[in-house]
Structures are given as structure tokens and as C-alpha cells.
């Protein structure tokens, strides 16, 4: 709580300093006051707002008529490793303008205000499934160096801070630094994250309902893997929320 504090206050005094502009486009906010979680109206609705069905197991895009009782067509029948997924929308527009925007140091402020528009998107859904533990996917070391923070987790401890849910920042742990979007295929990805992570000694995450956080996902490799290693440790159940499904 006193780092989230220390956020807010500094980015009160940003405030004070700089015009308040949209986080995603930059639009100024003038004077009529209609940004909410530091997006103005136009990118809330696009990145709040998803147009499209999607399959409540893998949270991919699907067709208005398409059956979904026990998955789409695409994961249906697979081990997915967490029993359902849940995203603002599809990678696309200003969403992904935002999660790339995201994908360095000065975009820690918006990833914490995606982490809000999560809360109240996706809070219904994660407390009726009684979620009582959030992990953010970790970054590797080397990445961390690279960028500065890591963007899952600053969306999950808004996430949590917003829902009331305790967040374990370091439950997990990358041991692998291999890059997923330069792997060919689904099974090059999930074959390249295998045995990627670990359960830090002292995380509490057995019996635990646990909620993965990440920015992305693609083919849901990283957050299968993720979640394998968390049952592995114990963990009842492991869901999946991303901002964007690709």
C-alpha cells in the first residue's frame, strides 16, 4: 500500500506540472472533464468495450453463433492448464496502441490505469469465481533490465488493489529468456516455455483459486504454462485474464 500511495501522489504532482492528456492518444483533456482512469472518453470505450464474442475458456475471438459449451473450436478438447480466460478485447486498434505503448519504463502509468479498466470490466467475473490470489506472469531478469518494470504486474496490483484481492508479485518466477513471437508455430511456443517457471519458496499458493494477470496472449502457451507450474504447487484453481487476446 505505501508504494501504491507513493505512485498515486507522484503522479498527482505530474498533474500539477503537465496539461492532463489522454494516456493512449494524448488528447488534452480541456475543460469539459470526460477522461476516466486517465483515458478520455473515445479510448476508454475502445479498449473498455469489446465488440466481439469470445470463448469463455481461452478468450479468443469467436462467431455470434458459435457454440461455446465446452470451449471453441480452437481450444476445445485441449489442455489448456487454466480452466477459463477473460480479456478486455481483441489485440487491435488502441488497445494494442496501448499495450505498446506499455512495453517501456514511461508506460508504467498507463499499464496501472489498464489495471484499473480491468477492475471494473472484468471484477463481476473474477469475484464470482471467487479468485483469492492474483499472480502476474514474471518477466525474466534480463528483460526486467531491459524495460524497467514489468507492465503484467503493475496491471495486477491495480487489479488487486481495485478488487480487494491479494496480489503475490513474486509468487512465480521466469527461468527461461527465450523470446515467444520469434517461435514459427503453437507448438514451437509451447514447447519453448516448457519448464519456464517456478514457484518461488515461501509463495502461498497452495488451495489457492489463483488469477494469472498478463498483458497478451497469444496462443495461451505462457499462461498454461504458468498455471501448470501453480497446480503443481498446489494451487485449486488457476484462471487467466490478459488485456488483449491476439
Known amino acids: 500500500m505505501f508504494w501504491r500511495g507513493l505512485r498515486e501522489l507522484a503522479r498527482g504532482f505530474g498533474q500539477l506540472l503537465l496539461p492532463n492528456a489522454c494516456l493512449i492518444c494524448d488528447k488534452p ?11 478520455c472518453s473515445g479510448c476508454w470505450q475502445s479498449v473498455a468495450i469489446d465488440f466481439h464474442n469470445a470463448c469463455p475458456r481461452c478468450a479468443a475471438t469467436v462467431g455470434p453463433h458459435a457454440d461455446t ?56 467475473r473474477i469475484r464470482d469465481a ?34 480487494k484481492i491479494e496480489v503475490a508479485t513474486r509468487a512465480l518466477r521466469r527461468v527461461n529468456h527465450s523470446p515467444q513471437h520469434l517461435q514459427p ?7 519453448n516455455v516448457r519448464g519456464a517457471f517456478r514457484v518461488r519458496r515461501g509463495a502461498r499458493v497452495a488451495d489457492r483459486i489463483v488469477l494469472l494477470v498478463d498483458d497478451v496472449m ?13 497446480k503443481d504447487a498446489g494451487a485449486r484453481r488457476v484462471l487467466a485474464a490478459v488485456l488483449a487476446r491476439d
Not at 185 to 191: P, Q, T, V
Request: charged content about 25%; hydrophobic content about 40%.
Open 69 to 124: 459449451t465446452d470451449g471453441c473450436s480452437g481450444c476445445r478438447g485441449h489442455a489448456l492448464g487454466f480452466a477459463e480466460a477473460m480479456r478486455l478485447g481483441p489485440y487491435d486498434g488502441r488497445l494494442r496502441d496501448a499495450i505498446l505503448r506499455m512495453k517501456s519504463l514511461a508506460g508504467e502509468g498507463l499499464a496501472e490505469s489498464l489495471g484499473e479498466v480491468a477492475a471494473e470490466i472484468l471484477g463481476a
Open 29 to 39: 483533456e480541456g475543460e469539459r472533464p470526460d477522461f476516466r482512469h486517465g483515458l
Open 218 to 230: 497469444t496462443t495461451g502457451s505462457t499462461a498454461a504454462e504458468a498455471a501448470k507450474t501453480l
Open 130 to 163: 471467487r479468485v483469492d490470489l492474483i499472480v502476474p506472469i514474471p518477466l525474466h531478469w534480463r528483460r526486467w533490465w531491459q524495460r524497467g518494470y514489468n507492465q503484467s504486474e503493475a496491471v495486477a496490483r491495480e487489479l488487486g488493489a481495485e478488487l
Open 185 to 191: 508455430s503453437a507448438a514451437a511456443r509451447r514447447e
